[in-house]
């Protein structure tokens, strides 16, 4: 079946510095992958979308890889600051063409 | 522009009660997904809806769980006789066209505590 999978310990990461974040996924070949913030208490909010033929993504300070040789995508936020700090999930397509599947996200603290 | 709201924000509720948990999506969104997310798990979907069709259902846990879909907009996610095993937050989502490279926008989500 398929299945993603995302560190699940906390990511720290000292203010200034670049945090990479691993989604990695297997038994099928998505289309694209999503990459969403989720804060304490909040709904999920999109952040990027990256697709199969595009091998990096970038939106200001962030930036999305996707390899699916590796069936692997990093999440980098470069320039990081506190207000970073946030619950990070990637969410890839089903075979139905409205659902998605999530990763149970990674925690990043970026600490002043 | 408002986004997703759901309604109660909170809700504590006896194991055995019935709970209702509202969701008022983003105007002229079609689609609109109820989610289930517990500590440390990824989002459980729960069931969707598009339009006038039929919705996907397929995710919901037992007969106990029912949603409806009024006029195309605002959605009530039922859940009878509440076991414990039903705490979780239950997230609402909503996006412009079918299909899932569409961005989701999501409310803030119900806690339902079943003590």
């Known amino acids: 079946s398929q299945k993603i999978e995302q560190n699940s310990e906390a990511l720290n990461i000292q203010e200034g510095k670049t945090a990479t974040l691993t989604c990695n996924y297997t038994?099928?070949?998505?289309?694209?992958l999503q990459w969403y913030r989720q804060d304490p208490g909040r709904g999920p909010v999109f952040l990027l979308l990256?697709?199969?033929n595009e091998k990096e993504k970038r939106k200001e300070r962030l930036k999305v890889t996707f390899d699916t040789t590796l069936k692997q995508s990093l999440f980098h936020i470069t320039a990081s600051q506190p207000a970073d700090s946030a619950t990070y999930l990637c969410?890839?397509?089903?075979?139905?063409?409205?659902?998605?599947?999530w990763g149970a996200g990674t925690k990043l603290i970026i600490k002043p | 522009g408002a986004g997703v709201s759901q309604s109660p924000s909170n809700k504590v509720t006896e194991k055995g009660k019935d709970v209702e948990l509202r969701c008022d999506p983003i105007?002229?969104?079609?689609?609109l997904y109820w989610y289930r997310q517990s500590l440390g798990q990824g989002l459980e979907f729960l069931i969707y809806?598009?339009?006038?069709?039929?919705?996907?259902k397929s995710g919901l846990p037992s007969d106990r769980f029912s949603a409806e879909r009024t006029g195309g907009s605002v959605s009530t996610l039922t859940i009878q006789r509440t076991q414990q095993e039903d705490s979780a937050v239950y997230l609402c989502?909503?996006?412009?066209?079918?299909?899932?490279?569409?961005?989701?926008?999501f409310g803030n989500g119900t806690r339902l505590t079943v003590t």
């Open positions: 990256i697709r199969e």
């Open positions: 105007s002229g969104h079609t689609a």
């Open positions: 989502a909503s996006s412009l066209v079918k299909g899932n490279n569409s961005p989701l926008h």
């Open positions: 809806f598009q339009g006038n069709s039929a919705p996907d």
């Open positions: 969410a890839l397509p089903t075979d139905s063409n409205y659902q998605l599947i």
């Open positions: 038994n099928y070949s998505p289309a694209y």
